[in-house]
């Protein structure tokens, strides 16, 4: 164990993705292949709580997990990666050799409401498969789904308001920042400062100035000049850099001789956000600006959004950036994946407090998030739909893969539906109320008769 943990010499660089796994997956596939262990294996992705003050979360991260598993190749260069890891020599490592991915994947799709307990994801592959991508799996599934739970609630604190992702450059990395854009882009934001991201996902580009702009002029009427004649889109002026109440009053001077449609409108960053928002919304309309808008931001998140909307602060656009591009109050999920079946026999984990249930599932949902948890092979009950569906067949995908924006605007729109559905109490941003699902009666059998028997082989042992 020693050896697996510090031992080794670092594997070299040879750019591929499928060196970005625990050292044990590698440990644990090479076992499996040596001793003929190669039967399906069927592992379940699950969260087992959700954080505080969550009502629910949205899957995410699923399009990521199939482009990884449809490119999964175990070549040469691989090889030798995890034979350096492992101080082995690549000729040890041969039976890892030409491993592709071609199983199947069920999962909840991106943008639908999720339960703790409920598998967002299940893997059924040959077992050195399905234990090799587990990390990679975790990690996309876990942290896009994070993203995704954190940015719905300020959309639902915002409460119609657009709320925008200013997040990038304090993300735990440039990947990292672009999974806050296209979280927030999944669950209704309404732009992104991330230029790659809205390319990308199809969401308007948006952007202001920064307070260094305006200090690098000899006074802040000159910023603000300068800014509009060299823009030719929407015209946000940052009014907060020396004093506030000032710099509105110029903003509205300068904003007010501009002499066509563009949209206009100030950006407050700094001090009580909802006494500006007022004092500014006076002197913007005081200049004949009432299509001026305000837009806020400073460290925002769902939290303050709710708090600025209770106060009717007049604010326009909500900008969110570090709380909610890395979830600070909530910055990892619980996730778990584990082995449910192998070989066609039902497996669970008995440890207190950790323990799972048995068998490839399917999540039934009923009105208002009134869900069950069942084996995989039940029929669907009356006035229920199932969650899972079957995404990927013998290591292809069922539908063809759609273009990134597409697949966003898939998710949003299934997001939307499911929000509508959401009860009140689980939309809450303070102390919202977490529906469990139910276990139905096949799926309770099924893990009594497990537990059982695992019992009653330990007490043999």
Request: glycine letters at 8%; one cysteine or more.
């Amino acid at each position: 164990m020693v050896h697996d943990v510090a031992m080794v010499k670092p594997a070299p660089q040879v750019g591929s993705e499928v060196l970005l796994t625990d050292l044990y997956e590698v440990t644990m596939a090479l076992a499996y292949l040596t001793e003929g262990m190669t039967d399906d294996a069927t592992f379940s992705l699950f969260v087992r709580e959700v954080p505080p003050d969550r009502g629910f979360l949205v899957a995410a991260g699923v399009e990521s997990v199939l482009d990884y598993l449809s490119r999964l190749n175990v070549d040469d260069a691989v090889v030798a990666g995890f034979a350096a890891a492992l101080g082995r020599s690549p000729g040890e490592l041969a039976p890892l050799r030409g491993l592709r991915f071609t199983g199947d994947v069920w999962a909840i799709p991106e943008g639908r409401i999720a339960l703790p307990d409920e598998p967002l994801l299940e893997i059924t592959a040959p077992l050195p498969q399905a234990q090799l991508v587990e990390t990679y799996v975790l990690n996309q599934i876990s942290h896009q789904t994070a993203l995704a739970s954190k940015a719905a609630r300020c959309v639902l604190a915002a409460r119609g308001r657009p709320v925008v992702d200013f997040a990038l450059r304090r993300c735990h990395g440039l990947d990292a920042g672009m999974h806050a854009a296209r979280a927030g882009a999944v669950v209704g934001f309404a732009a992104t400062s991330n230029v790659a991201a809205s390319g990308r996902y199809g969401l308007p580009a948006t952007g202001t100035m920064a307070h260094s702009f305006v200090e690098a002029f000899g006074a802040e009427r000159d910023a603000f000049q300068v800014f509009v004649r060299n823009t030719r889109g929407p015209v946000t002026l940052l009014v907060d850099t020396y004093d506030t109440a000032h710099g509105v009053h110029l903003a509205a001077e300068i904003l007010a001789a501009i002499n066509d449609e563009r949209p206009i409108g100030i950006r407050l960053d700094s001090g009580d956000l909802a006494e500006l928002a007022v004092r500014a919304r006076q002197i913007l309309d005081g200049a004949g600006l009432k299509r001026a808008r305000i837009v806020v931001s400073g460290g925002l998140d769902e939290y303050d959004i709710d708090a600025l909307v209770a106060t009717d602060a007049p604010v326009d656009v909500y900008a969110v950036g570090t709380r909610v591009g890395t979830s600070a109050d909530a910055p990892y999920l619980d996730t778990a994946y584990k082995l449910v079946e192998y070989a066609g026999r039902p497996i669970m984990k008995l440890s207190p407090g950790k323990a799972t249930t048995p068998g490839p599932k399917q999540v039934f949902r009923g009105r208002g998030l009134d869900d069950v948890i069942a084996c995989r092979d039940e029929d669907t009950p009356p006035d229920a739909e199932p969650l899972l569906e079957a995404v990927m067949v013998a290591g292809q995908r069922v539908e063809a893969q759609l273009e990134p924006a597409e697949a966003v605007a898939a998710a949003r729109q299934r997001f939307e539906l499911d929000l509508a559905t959401t009860p009140p109490a689980s939309r809450r941003i303070r102390q919202p109320v977490v529906r469990r699902p139910r276990r139905s009666e096949a799926l309770t059998r099924l893990t009594q008769q497990v537990r059982t028997a695992l019992t009653q082989h330990a007490s043999l042992d």
